[in-house]
């Protein structure tokens, strides 16, 4: 079954030609790329460094938070999206996959309004 292009794949398709008009396919490595990811990752938590739950819930909206978060969000999808490139996945079938199957561990009448984890369910 042939699949209908997604915003994902369009957003790839640009970024791959932004890499290569650059020739920086020689420094994405698997590994580089995911070592990349999780910098991102780390910029983005550093956003909720010594701050409270309710500090970081009052930032939402505001331009500052807002501005840094997508930035950094941006960053990790971004890598993401090469990871997937690089490794030959299907990004959206992965996470629907993975979707169904945390539907499988987490049934709604049980895990309903709790954060147990599914082997204490
Ligand atoms: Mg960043």
């Not at 956003?47 to 938070?65: R, Y």
């Not at 992965?94 to 009448?109: F, G, R, T």
Request: charged share 30%; proline share 2%.
């Amino acid at each position: 079954m042939s699949k209908t292009p997604s915003e994902l794949d369009a957003l790839t398709e640009q970024l791959i030609a932004f890499r290569d008009a650059r020739d920086w396919r020689q420094f994405h490595s698997l590994k580089n790329l995911i070592v990349s990811l999780n910098l991102e990752a780390t910029e983005l938590l550093e956003l909720t460094q010594w701050k409270s739950d309710e500090d970081i819930e009052a930032a939402i909206g505001s331009p500052d938070f807002s501005e840094k978060a997508a930035e950094e969000c941006a960053d990790i999808l971004l890598y993401l999206l090469l990871i997937s490139e690089r490794a030959g996945l299907d990004l959206v079938a992965a996470a629907q996959a993975k979707i169904a199957k945390n539907a499988q561990k987490y049934p709604v009448e049980k895990s309903k309004g709790n954060a147990r984890k599914y082997t204490e369910l």
